[in-house]
C-alpha cells in the first residue's frame, strides 16, 4: 500500500492542524519539515512527517508488502534537531511576545482610528473596487428611483435650492443624493438605530442637514456628509426636529416629553422646554422664528416664545394626540391635526378660532397654502380621504377622494398659479389634486408599500416621494391632463380607433389601386 504522506501534528490552538509542508532537512529515512504558511518565531513545535527517500521508493515499488521504518521518539529527535539547529527557546518565546505586543498595539490603533472617524465619510476605496451607488431606471413614469436603503424611509426632503436630496431610513442611516441624478453624495452612518426625522436649512451660504434618531442624538451635516456636532440631552427616541428661520437654531422633541433648542454652528444646547406631559410627536417653527409651537401626546398644543423660553398659550380642545401641526404666512394662525378626527385653527393666545369637522378616523397631516388670499388649510387622514377647509371658519370646501388606504403625507405644490396637492397613501400611490375642485389630476404607481412622504421641489418641476418599501422616486411634476385617468383612459382610445381607421382606409386605397 503507498506509505502515508505526513503524519499530522497535534491540535494547535493558535495554529490548528496544517497539511503543508517546508524546510524539508535530511535525515536517514526521514524528512523533518516545518508548517507551511507559519512564522517562525510562531512555532510552537517541530512536526515530522514520513517521506521516504528514493532509495526506500524503489523498494517499495519492489516489495509492496515491505512495512516501512518505526517513526522514530518525537522527544529525542525534537530535542536533537533543536540542538542541531540552534533553536532558542527563550528568544523564541521573546520573539513571540513582542509579535502579540505589536498585534494588541495595531489593534488599539485601529479602534482608535474608528472612533475617530465616527459619523464621517470613509476612505474611497480602490479605484477597482469603488462601487457607485446609481439611480435605477424606471419604466413606471418616474424621472428615477433609489433603492439606497436596506430598510424602510421614514423621509425624504429636498434642499432649499432643489440640488440636493436628503433621506432617512430605518436602517440606521441617512444618505444626501444628487438631486437631478439620484446619485449617493455621502452615507451619514452615526445614529445607533433608525433614523427617524430630518430638516435642510441655509446657514449662511451653506447648506446644513440635521437628523434625528431613535438612540436619543441629534446629528449635524454640511452637504458634504460631514459630522459637524453630535447633540446630546434626549433621553428617548426623537420623533421631530427642524431648524429655525432666521437663526441658528434647531430644535427637537422626543419621547422624554421634551423639547431641545440647539446652537446649529456648535451643537451645544441652548434652551430645555419643559412643560408637556407625554411624547412630543410635532413642532413647527413660525414663520418670523420666535415661536415654536409643540404638539404632544398629552392631547396639548403649547406655544412658547424661544427668546425667552416661556409659555404664550397652551392650546387645549383635542381629545386624541396631536400629530401634525403647521403656521400660517403671516405667521398668526396655527392649525393642528389630532387623532381625535379633527383639525383646529388657534391664534397665538391659544383660543380656538375654528374646528375642521368632517374626516372619519384620524388626521395624520395638516398644511397651509402659504400664497393664498383666502387661507386654504388642506388635512390628510387615514379614512383616505383629503380635505381642504376656509382658513377663516373651518368650513369644508373640496374633498379628495381616490386612495384605497390611508393618506399619510400631503404637501401644496410651491407658490405660483398652480394650486395641486400631492398626497400619498398607504395603497402605494402617490396622487396630485386639483385643491378647487378635488380631481385627481395624475397618479403614480411605483411604489409597493404605504408612500410615508411627499414634498415638490422648490422650482415646481419635480415631486419626490419615500416609500416604506425603502425606495425614493423622483416624478415629474407637468401639467396633469384634464380629467384624470379616466380622461386620459379615453383620450387612449380614442387614439386607438382612431389608428385603426386610419389602417382601414389605408387598405381600401391600396384595393382600389390593385
Known amino acids: 500500500s503507498t506509505p502515508p504522506a505526513a503524519i499530522l501534528p497535534?491540535?494547535?490552538?493558535?495554529?490548528?492542524?496544517?497539511?503543508?509542508?517546508?524546510?524539508?532537512?535530511?535525515?536517514?529515512?526521514?524528512?523533518?519539515?516545518?508548517?507551511?504558511?507559519?512564522?517562525?518565531?510562531?512555532?510552537?513545535?517541530?512536526?515530522?512527517?514520513?517521506?521516504?527517500?528514493?532509495?526506500?521508493?524503489?523498494?517499495?515499488?519492489?516489495?509492496?508488502?515491505?512495512?516501512?521504518?518505526?517513526?522514530?521518539?518525537?522527544?529525542?529527535?525534537?530535542?536533537?534537531?533543536?540542538?542541531?539547529?540552534?533553536?532558542?527557546?527563550?528568544?523564541?518565546?521573546?520573539?513571540?511576545?513582542?509579535?502579540?505586543?505589536?498585534?494588541?498595539?495595531?489593534?488599539?490603533?485601529?479602534?482608535?482610528?474608528?472612533?475617530?472617524?465616527?459619523?464621517?465619510?470613509?476612505?474611497?476605496?480602490?479605484?477597482?473596487?469603488?462601487?457607485?451607488?446609481?439611480?435605477?431606471?424606471?419604466?413606471?413614469?418616474?424621472?428615477?428611483?433609489?433603492?439606497?436603503?436596506?430598510?424602510?424611509?421614514?423621509?425624504?426632503?429636498?434642499?432649499?435650492?432643489?440640488?440636493?436630496?436628503?433621506?432617512?431610513?430605518?436602517?440606521?442611516?441617512?444618505?444626501?443624493?444628487?438631486?437631478?441624478?439620484?446619485?449617493?453624495?455621502?452615507?451619514?452612518?452615526?445614529?445607533?438605530?433608525?433614523?427617524?426625522?430630518?430638516?435642510?436649512?441655509?446657514?449662511?451660504?451653506?447648506?446644513?442637514?440635521?437628523?434625528?434618531?431613535?438612540?436619543?442624538?441629534?446629528?449635524?451635516?454640511?452637504?458634504?456628509?460631514?459630522?459637524?456636532?453630535?447633540?446630546l440631552g434626549h433621553q428617548g427616541q426623537v420623533r421631530c426636529v427642524a431648524h429655525a428661520p432666521h437663526r441658528t437654531c434647531v430644535a427637537s422633541g422626543a419621547l422624554d416629553g421634551v423639547v431641545r433648542l440647539w446652537n446649529s454652528d456648535t451643537g451645544k444646547e441652548e434652551q430645555a422646554l419643559t412643560g408637556h406631559l407625554g411624547y412630543i410627536y410635532c413642532l413647527a417653527w413660525s414663520p418670523s422664528g420666535e415661536y415654536l409651537a409643540t404638539g404632544s401626546v398629552d392631547r396639548t398644543v403649547r406655544i412658547w416664545n424661544t427668546n425667552t423660553g416661556e409659555i404664550v398659550a397652551v392650546c387645549e380642545g383635542h381629545v386624541g394626540p396631536v400629530c401634525s401641526l403647521d403656521w400660517d404666512s403671516a405667521g398668526l394662525t396655527l392649525a393642528s391635526g389630532s387623532h381625535d378626527k379633527t383639525a383646529r385653527i388657534w391664534n397665538l393666545k391659544g383660543a380656538c378660532l375654528a374646528t375642521c369637522l368632517g374626516h372619519t378616523s384620524r388626521v395624520y397631516a395638516v398644511a397651509w397654502r402659504l400664497d393664498a388670499v383666502r387661507p386654504r388649510l388642506a388635512t390628510a387622514s387615514h379614512d383616505g380621504t383629503l380635505r381642504i377647509w376656509d382658513g377663516s371658519d373651518g368650513s369644508c370646501t373640496a374633498c379628495c377622494t381616490g386612495h384605497s388606504g390611508a393618506a399619510l403625507s400631503l404637501a401644496w405644490s410651491p407658490v405660483g398659479a398652480k394650486t395641486w396637492i400631492a398626497s400619498g397613501g398607504q395603497d402605494s400611490t402617490v396622487r396630485i389634486w386639483d385643491s378647487t375642485s378635488g380631481c385627481c389630476l395624475a397618479s403614480y404607481r411605483g411604489h409597493r408599500m404605504p408612500v410615508v412622504s411627499v414634498q415638490f421641489s422648490a422650482d415646481n418641476k419635480q415631486l419626490v416621494s419615500a416609500s416604506a418599501d425603502g425606495t425614493l422616486k423622483v416624478w415629474a411634476a407637468e401639467e396633469p391632463r384634464k380629467g384624470g385617468k379616466k380622461q386620459q383612459n379615453l383620450r387612449k382610445t380614442k387614439a386607438q380607433a382612431s389608428s385603426k381607421e386610419d389602417q382601414k382606409k389605408k387598405q381600401k386605397q391600396k384595393q382600389k389601386q390593385k
Not at 490552538?13 to 529515512?29: F, L, S, T
Not at 516489495?63 to 532558542?88: E, F, I, L, N, W
Request: charged share 20%; aromatic share 6%; net charge positive.
Open 10 to 231: 497535534p491540535f494547535n490552538k493558535m495554529w490548528g492542524y496544517h497539511a503543508g509542508y517546508q524546510n524539508v532537512m535530511g535525515m536517514p529515512g526521514m524528512q523533518m519539515a516545518m508548517p507551511g504558511q507559519m512564522p517562525q518565531q510562531y512555532m510552537p513545535q517541530v512536526v515530522y512527517a514520513m517521506v521516504p527517500t528514493q532509495q526506500q521508493q524503489q523498494m517499495q515499488m519492489q516489495h509492496p508488502q515491505a512495512s516501512m521504518p518505526p517513526v522514530p521518539d518525537s522527544k529525542k529527535h525534537h530535542s536533537s534537531s533543536h540542538k542541531a539547529s540552534g533553536y532558542d527557546a527563550a528568544a523564541a518565546a521573546a520573539a513571540a511576545k513582542r509579535a502579540a505586543e505589536a498585534e494588541a498595539e495595531e489593534a488599539a490603533a485601529k479602534k482608535a482610528r474608528k472612533r475617530a472617524n465616527r459619523g464621517r465619510v470613509g476612505e474611497e476605496p480602490a479605484p477597482k473596487e469603488r462601487r457607485v451607488e446609481e439611480a435605477k431606471e424606471t419604466d413606471d413614469g418616474s424621472v428615477f428611483g433609489c433603492e439606497h436603503h436596506s430598510q424602510a424611509l421614514t423621509t425624504a426632503i429636498w434642499s432649499r435650492d432643489g440640488k440636493r436630496l436628503a433621506t432617512a431610513s430605518h436602517d440606521g442611516t441617512a444618505k444626501i443624493l444628487d438631486g437631478h441624478t439620484g446619485r449617493v453624495q455621502a452615507t451619514l452612518s452615526s445614529h445607533q438605530g433608525p433614523v427617524v426625522c430630518a430638516s435642510w436649512c441655509k446657514v449662511g451660504e451653506k447648506d446644513q442637514l440635521a437628523t434625528g434618531g431613535s438612540d436619543g442624538t441629534v446629528m449635524l451635516w454640511n452637504a458634504f456628509g460631514k459630522n459637524l456636532a453630535e447633540c
